[in-house]
Nanobody, 123 residues
Framework: QAQLVESGGGLVQAGGSLRLSCAAS????????MGWFRQAPGKKREFVAT????????NYADSAKGRFTISRDNARNALYLQMNSLKPEDTAVYYC????????????????WGQGTQVTVSS
């Protein structure tokens, strides 16, 4: 059974940093694209960043560019999101996702999902 477990969320002041981790198990996630999405209260889930299976192709939402860095360690079946210069508008539940078949980007409708980790940024 494929499973994704996020960790690293918490409460941080504006301007601070957090590093999210996603531990994957149940399949060889290193062969597929993975990514981070987030959902703020009252809003739809939105894309944050994706990374291809070999880390050569990375995409960020405009809101994440220059502040967030996605990375993966296929040997450890792990995905990371380093978040710097956090803003109150970054407050959301952050979800790890792994595409079921794609190797370059994550398609939300065909992905495995974690349960999410809460990130709260105070002003």
């Amino acid at each position: 059974q494929a499973q994704l477990v996020e960790s690293g969320g918490g409460l941080v002041q504006a301007g601070g940093s957090l590093r999210l981790s996603c531990a994957a198990s149940g399949r060889t996630f290193g062969d597929y694209a993975m990514g981070w999405f987030r959902q703020a209260p009252g809003k739809k889930r939105e894309f944050v960043a994706t990374i291809s299976w070999d880390s050569t192709r990375i995409n960020y939402a405009d809101s994440a560019k220059g502040r967030f860095t996605i990375s993966r360690d296929n040997a450890r079946n792990a995905l990371y999101l380093q978040m710097n210069s956090l803003k109150p508008e970054d407050t959301a539940v952050y979800y790890c996702a792994a595409d079921k078949t794609g190797r370059v980007v994550v398609t939300p409708l065909s992905a495995f999902w974690g349960q999410g980790t809460q990130v709260t940024v105070s002003s």
